[in-house]
Nanobody, 124 residues
């Protein structure tokens, strides 16, 4: 599956952004999906994941209550609604697809397909 992330930009602290991850193909609903982020010199960090059906979602503690992951299988698209953004959320955000049953653990090795990334910059 091919992935394309979009929606990043520059926002002030406390603001909101919604990232989208559009996918190609007709098998989107066969994949669990996730969002990761990375800043220069640091390892890629798991942010959130969502099950094939969208019924189950998982987040790292630092974004719980602020970020919401969702998907629309009819549109082959996944989203990440980011509210109450903080400067420490600044990173390149990457969407990824997984066929692993342990995708919810947030190990990037469980995700076999990746988008190109979209940059989110939060100013203080």
């Amino acid at each position: 599956v091919q992935l394309q992330a979009s929606g990043g930009g520059l926002v002030q602290a406390g603001g909101s952004l919604r990232l989208s991850c559009a996918t190609s193909g007709r098998t989107f609903s066969s994949y669990a999906m996730g969002w990761f982020r990375q800043t220069p010199g640091k390892e890629r960090e798991f942010v959130a994941a969502i099950s094939w059906s969208g019924d189950s979602t998982y987040y790292i503690d630092s974004v719980k209550g602020r970020f919401t992951i969702s998907r629309d299988n009819a549109k082959n698209t996944m989203y990440l609604q980011m509210n109450s953004l903080k400067p420490e959320d600044t990173a390149g955000y990457y969407c990824a697809a997984s066929v692993s049953s342990t995708y919810y653990l947030g190990n990037y090795l469980d995700f076999g397909s990746w988008g190109q990334g979209t940059l989110v910059t939060v100013s203080s």
